[in-house]
């Protein structure tokens, strides 16, 4: 994935972004949109990614009225970037075995992440999807599971299925990379 692309959700939980709903009439971390009654939302993307995402989840635009937000980011020189939009988190719903998946292609990313963690490590598959399980889905302070939402153009898709899979089998402080680094897997779940 592009990185022009990762950044319009990344920059849209910034203060000062413009916010207002799609239709009046921390990205990967839940976010409060301002004007929209406190109520949590996820970024997805650009206007590309809603609209895969709607498509997926089989709804249109009257569907979603009041659970979609557009925020306008600054760009370059201080212009405003390109929209980045964001789903209610009462429209998402968890695909397969992972409940942090909130559409296909998160879904095939974790089974990626879980694929080369048993592959590298020798473990089960069965382990490897609780390992990934555990880092992305395991309730978080507040409760809620899943603690992440993958969806649409998540900051996740920086790194390759193979960097999360030593990350979440060995710890996010591991430093695989390093060069004669002893790695000690974290226990099993």
């Known amino acids: 994935m592009a990185a022009d692309r990762r950044s319009s959700c990344q920059r849209a939980g910034k203060p000062g972004s413009r916010s207002r709903p799609l239709r009046p009439g921390n990205n990967r971390a839940m976010t409060s949109v301002p004007g929209a009654a406190g109520r949590e939302f996820v970024c997805v993307g650009r206007a590309e990614d809603l609209a895969r995402f709607l498509a997926e989840y089989g709804l249109d635009r009257d569907d979603v009225q009041g659970l979609v937000a557009e925020r306008t980011p600054p760009g370059p020189g201080g212009k405003p970037g390109p929209p980045a ?62 603690r992440v939402w993958i969806v649409g153009l998540d900051l996740v898709y920086h790194e390759e299925p193979d960097h999360w899979a030593h990350c979440i089998y060995y710890g996010p402080d591991c430093n695989w990379r390093g060069p004669g680094r002893q790695l000690i897997p974290l226990p099993p779940p």
């Open 85 to 146: 939009y964001l789903v209610h988190r009462s429209l998402l719903r968890s695909h397969g075995e992972f409940p942090c998946a909130g559409d296909a292609e998160a879904l095939a990313f974790c089974w990626q992440v879980a694929d080369e963690m048993a592959a590298l490590s020798g473990i089960s598959l069965r382990e490897a999807v609780a390992r990934v399980n555990r880092h992305w889905s395991q309730a978080g302070a507040d409760g809620r599971v899943p």
